[in-house]
């Protein structure tokens, strides 16, 4: 079975452009989570969406914004860009958000 | 203060030696786990424990719940265990708190 998918593995985007990340969680899986890890830090959470909706939020300004859709696959919104987003952006997948998550290869956003 | 800390936050290690990270966490958890990330980002997830310990190969996680504390440890290391090594706290809501991570290299 294919594990998290994620697209594009990298995207490169200037100051005050848009950009949507697209997660495909392993089959099964309802809860997908997306977390930013900038360079030479640990991850930091973002959203937590379970059975489509938004079942948590992390310190992120309104710039980002995500949904799941009804196959549970998940798109990661961020708007007017900065360059302190360049940073790779982390999928997970579990079954009910309750237990060990999956994580994708991530997307490397660079914002020039 | 960062609520989820690791140490050493880079280690060097020759073959063979047996290795110890360890995660102290200030938040109250529903389970702590300990993921490796190799270069390129790829994160594979290790351990999720709640209490106790767990064995996976040569690979040892322990948890004392009482103290907040968590230990990873590697036995027999070898130079295809170099990678980051992350702990991560399981809040309310299965929120994951991360640590910044302890840079592994083992030499061989």
């Known amino acids: 079975d294919a594990g998290v998918t994620q697209s594009p593995t990298h995207l490169i985007k200037t100051r005050g452009q848009h950009v949507t990340l697209r997660c495909s969680p392993i089959?099964?899986?309802?809860?997908v989570s997306w977390y930013q890890q900038v360079l030479g830090q640990g991850p930091q959470f973002i959203f937590q969406y379970y059975e489509k909706e938004e079942r948590g939020r992390g310190n992120f300004p309104d710039r980002f914004s995500a949904r799941q859709f009804p196959n549970y696959s998940s798109e990661l919104n961020v708007n007017a860009l900065l360059l302190g987003d360049s940073a790779l952006y982390l999928c997970a997948s579990s079954s009910t958000g309750q237990e060990t998550q999956y994580f994708g290869p991530g997307t490397r956003l660079l914002v020039l | 203060k960062n609520e989820v800390e690791q140490s050493p936050q880079n280690l060097t290690a020759q073959e063979g030696e047996f290795i110890t990270i360890n995660c102290s966490y200030s938040?109250?958890?529903?389970?702590l786990h300990w993921l490796q990330q190799h270069p390129g980002g790829g994160i594979v997830s290790l351990f999720m424990?709640?209490?106790g310990k767990k064995k996976h190969g040569r690979l040892i996680a322990t948890i004392n719940i009482q103290e907040k504390h968590s230990s990873l440890h590697i036995t027999a290391s070898h130079p295809r265990d170099s990678a980051v090594y992350i702990c991560?706290?399981?809040?309310?809501?299965?929120?994951?708190?991360f640590g910044e991570g302890t840079q592994l290299t083992v030499n061989p």
């Open positions: 991560a706290a399981e809040t309310s809501g299965s929120r994951l708190t």
């Open positions: 938040v109250g958890i529903s389970a």
């Open positions: 089959s099964g899986h309802k809860s």
């Open positions: 424990l709640s209490s």
